[in-house]
């Protein structure tokens, strides 16, 4: 069964300053990965989905994919304080037909002005 | 597109009664899906929906915690019996297909006195 964890589990930058969190999942049949944030009491907003190894940008967030490692970054560049929030990432197989994104616990994130 | 909608919002049950849950996924999605949230758990998988077919129901306690969606508008989650450890925040998500892009919405927190 698929485990997917995230490290670390809170993280505090400075405005402007670049912010990288880590996922490792444990099924390397895993081809579809997305990174989700929630700000306190709302819904999750998704950021970037990504699918291949290498890299994808969605604004100011890069995704970066290594299959062989088991591992998916996203990086935050110039995070704001409005970047503050729980971010999540989530991975799937899509072999499976559709079967649902699993999620790790969690980073938390705070931008301090 | 008034997004993912759940009600309610916000319930508080005493031990031993029933809570039921309401989603009506994005219009034209085609597939539900619902997890659960706490702070020790993280987000939890629980059951998902394509076409209003039952798919995969891997992530449900199985007892007390049921799921249908009796059409294309509408799910439903019902506890019977509720817990205090049911107490969580009930997400619900769409997509237009058991692979695609998921859409949340704002959750419902379940308060089990």
């Known amino acids: 069964q698929q485990k997917v964890q995230q490290s670390p589990e809170s993280l505090t930058v400075s405005e402007g300053a670049m912010a990288s969190l880590n996922c490792t999942f444990s099924d390397r049949s895993s081809d579809n990965f997305r990174w989700y944030r929630q700000h306190s009491g709302k819904g999750l907003e998704v950021l970037v989905s990504?699918?291949?190894?290498g890299e994808k940008e969605e604004g100011s967030f890069t995704a970066h994919l290594n299959r062989a490692s088991l591992h998916v970054f996203l990086h935050i560049r110039e995070p704001q304080p409005s970047d503050s929030a729980l971010y999540l990432c989530a991975v799937s197989s899509l072999y499976q037909g559709g079967r649902a994104l699993i999620f790790g616990t969690g980073t938390t994130v705070s931008v301090s002005p | 597109n008034a997004g993912v909608i759940q009600t309610p919002r916000h319930k508080v049950t005493g031990k031993g009664q029933e809570a039921t849950l309401w989603c009506e996924p994005i219009s034209g999605h085609s597939a539900v899906f619902w997890y659960r949230q706490t702070i020790v758990q993280g987000l939890e998988f629980l059951t998902y929906?394509?076409?209003?077919?039952?798919?995969?129901d891997s992530g449900m306690p199985k007892e007390r915690f049921s799921a249908q969606m009796p059409n294309q508008s509408h799910s439903t989650l019902k506890i019977q019996s509720t817990q205090p450890q049911d107490s969580a925040v009930y997400l619900c998500a769409s997509s237009t297909s058991g692979t695609g892009q998921l859409y949340f919405g704002e959750g419902s927190k379940l308060t089990v006195l």
């Open positions: 990504i699918f291949s190894d």
């Open positions: 929906f394509r076409n209003q077919a039952p798919i995969d």
